[in-house]
């Protein structure tokens, strides 16, 4: 009884160490491809014609100015270092926080703008210790407290 346990569990973790790890790849290939094929076909993904779409064009000045707005909502922000930017301005408050960038579009003065937003909370157990008073505690310092945006 024993032995047959043991067996039951080296012998499975033996045979994926020894034959499958080293050829991993290779095994799984046709469950993989399986895998893809089902995903495609339940997705209805496997009905799209694809089309060679020639990207040979130059840019030039009139390109441009055709296609002006995309080019005004280009994002130039990666939401990561954005976040990292918005916590470091907010550094003098440490009982602020940002917890995330979101990327929204609004309609601004000029036309359809895309924009990042981050909610600026309130993290109360951040406060100093001399500001940790039952106001601060519970009437003042008990929800967000404003949003940054950047264009």
Known sequence: ML??????????DLYQRLRVRPDEL???RPYLADNIAMTR????????????FPAEQKLDAAAVERNRATFENVRLW?????LDAYRQLQL????????????????LPGGRRQVMLAAR???????PDNARTWVNQRL??????????SP
């Open 78 to 82: 990666d939401p990561q270092p954005l």
């Open 140 to 149: 003042q310092f008990t929800h967000g407290f404003g949003m940054v945006m």
């Open 121 to 127: 909370e309130i993290n109360a157990g951040l406060l």
């Open 3 to 12: 032995a047959a346990g043991i067996a039951a569990s080296v012998v499975p």
């Open 92 to 107: 003098i408050r440490t009982y602020y926080e940002f917890h995330d960038v979101d990327v929204d579009r609004y309609d």
């Open 41 to 52: 076909t339940a997705y209805g993904l496997d009905r799209i014609v694809p089309r060679p």
């Open 26 to 28: 290779r095994l799984e």
